[in-house]
């Protein structure tokens, strides 16, 4: 038997053939309507002819026990894995037989494999799709200082990726000042080669010319408030340096404008989002992930 599924655009038709032995893996999230993760999944899936088909997994906040139950359902029904995006990233953990040194580290999983015994693993591919998605921009990490605006769930896993990576410095900036502290201290202790800090907004003009990257991790900039930033309009950049904002809608935020005026190579975040993918296409499948796939599957959204 045939299924066809019909993406918004007319141009995007996918075939997927359906059969017993199909191979399932999932988004589990709150909204997952909105994803792009079932498109670039199931692209992927089809250019290299594997029999797997990526489906939303919709599991409300509410009930509470409703998380543990779908982590649970993942192993009962035969999946081969997840993903998971917001707000279950940190809530799948304590219902995971292991995690990752990644996933430990930076509190939170984004995706589940159900290994051949049947445990299930969670894994963080955040860190390392950051990472990856650099070095395609031919930005290698290692010996480089680097800003990190903001503290919250994607700050740690940029902290982590960079100092995994052989960042030298990572400062962080933090409109709570305690969560930058406290991110700073748990990173610092587990990279001890990577002087990790935490830093104050007065700061911000003196380390500014200093650094080789900076990357934003807040919000801000991200529709609709294209208008806000986390950057300073007096505080310039200058060529050499790189601007990474994870924030991709829209691709050119106020924060990469300000960069490209100013003389700074810029990078937007939707290279991490197609990486993060990849990287847990691989951990399913085993096989090489066909990123290009994977990217034209984003970019027709
Ligand atoms: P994510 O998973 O995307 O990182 P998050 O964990 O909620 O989301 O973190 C959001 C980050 O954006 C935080 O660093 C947050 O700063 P606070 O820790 O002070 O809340 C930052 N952020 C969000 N809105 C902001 C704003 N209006 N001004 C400054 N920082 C903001």
């Not at 045939?2 to 032995?21: F, H, N, P, Q």
């Not at 917001?86 to 990644?102: F, I, N």
């Not at 580290?105 to 591919?125: F, Q």
């Not at 500014?208 to 208008?227: E, I, K, Y």
Request: proline content about 6%; overall charge neutral.
């Amino acid at each position: 038997s045939s299924l066809i599924t019909r993406s918004r655009l007319k141009d995007e038709t996918v075939m997927a053939t359906i059969s017993g032995k199909t191979n399932m893996v999932g988004l589990i999230g709150w909204p997952v309507g909105h994803s792009v993760s079932p498109a670039m999944h199931n692209a992927a899936f089809a250019a290299l002819g594997l029999d797997w088909c990526y489906v939303p997994l919709p599991v409300p906040v509410e009930p509470a026990a409703r998380i543990g139950e779908a982590v649970q359902g993942v192993r009962a029904l035969g999946l081969r894995g997840t993903n998971v995006t917001v707000p279950h990233k940190q809530a799948v953990m304590p219902h995971l037989d292991r995690l990752t040194p990644a996933a430990q580290a930076i509190g939170a999983v984004n995706t589940i494999k159900v290994e051949a015994d049947g445990a299930l693993s969670g894994d963080n591919t955040d860190a390392r799709g950051f990472v990856a998605d650099l070095q395609d921009h031919e930005v290698d990490p290692a010996g480089k200082s680097v800003i990190v605006l903001g503290a919250g769930g994607s700050a740690r896993a940029v902290v982590y990726g960079l100092a995994a990576a052989g960042c030298t410095a990572i400062a962080i900036f933090n409109r709570t000042q305690d969560k930058a502290t406290s991110l700073a201290a748990q990173m610092q202790a587990l990279f001890p080669r990577c002087s990790i800090t935490a830093q104050t907004g007065e700061q911000l003009p003196a380390l500014a010319s200093q650094f080789d990257l900076v990357v934003n991790t807040t919000s801000l900039g991200m529709t609709p408030q294209v208008d806000t930033t986390p950057w300073p309009d007096e505080v310039a950049f200058h060529a050499g340096q790189v601007v990474y904002d994870l924030v991709y809608n829209p691709r050119q935020t106020r924060l990469l404008q300000k960069a490209t005026a100013d003389g700074a190579h810029t990078i937007s975040g939707i290279g991490m989002l197609i990486w993060q993918g990849a990287i847990a296409f691989e951990i399913w499948t085993g096989q090489k992930p066909p990123v290009d796939v994977m990217r034209a599957a984003v970019e027709k959204r």
